[in-house]
């Protein structure tokens, strides 16, 4: 079973680490990747670099053998879709179960996402949900839970696609976003990032000059 979790990873923070790390520790995966978008639909572009983005990846999951990054987004030309990206890991995985990890925000929003209905067709959901955090779907995504709503993982492993599966989850309260800020106004970041990024941020002076930046 294949964990998908996508990202801007504008840095990667201790919050993403978090859910990572969760999510692998309390699911059966064979592996979880990380993968860093390459030229966002719905956001503005990344501030950093994809090679340094990629490169704080790195430092970030070393000694957590179960997390790698995927490139493969970062490596295209075009605007990064992710029914592309799940068809291109399909063709790869063969029929080995893939999950795609959202959360309640992003899932709520599907309707929005480039040929939405496909990804069902080609990987598992998994919803990560804050306790308390429940904005209520739109009818097309009702629609779609109810059809292929879940409760047992069991059923994801079983399965190469098909299945939408919630995990409650404790959630830092941080963003990238955060982090540039007080990264811009040289304010401190400990507990906010993993040491060897934070080095790397300072060594290749990330960062500097993001405020008023979106």
């Not at 899932?107 to 990804?119: D, N």
Request: glycine share 8%; aromatic share 6%; hydrophobic share 45%.
């Amino acid at each position: 079973m294949i964990g998908i979790f996508g990202g801007t990873f504008d840095p990667v923070h201790n919050g993403h680490l978090r859910v990572a790390q969760a999510l692998s520790a309390a699911l059966p995966f064979d592996e979880l990747r990380l993968l860093p978008c390459g030229k966002p639909v719905h956001r503005a572009p990344p501030h950093a670099s994809a090679e340094d983005r990629i490169a704080m990846l790195q430092l970030a999951i070393a000694g957590s053998p179960s997390l790698l990054v995927d490139e493969r987004e970062v490596s295209g030309n075009g605007p990064s879709y992710m029914v592309d990206t799940l068809a291109s890991l399909r063709e790869e995985a063969g029929n080995a179960s893939l999950v795609l990890i959202v959360g309640w925000d992003a899932f709520t929003g599907l309707p929005t996402w480039h040929r939405w209905r496909q990804l069902i067709e080609l990987a598992h959901l998994l919803v990560v949900q804050r306790p308390g955090n429940m904005v209520l779907p739109c009818s097309d995504v009702k629609a779609l839970l109810q059809q292929h709503r879940v409760d047992n993982v069991i059923e994801l492993k079983q399965r190469a696609a098909g299945c939408i599966l919630f995990q409650p989850l404790e959630l830092l309260d941080l963003s990238s976003t955060q982090v540039r800020a007080r990264l811009a106004a040289q304010e401190d970041v400990s507990g906010m990032l993993p040491t060897a990024v934070s080095t790397y941020i300072k060594e290749q002076h990330l960062y500097l000059s993001e405020i008023g930046k979106s």
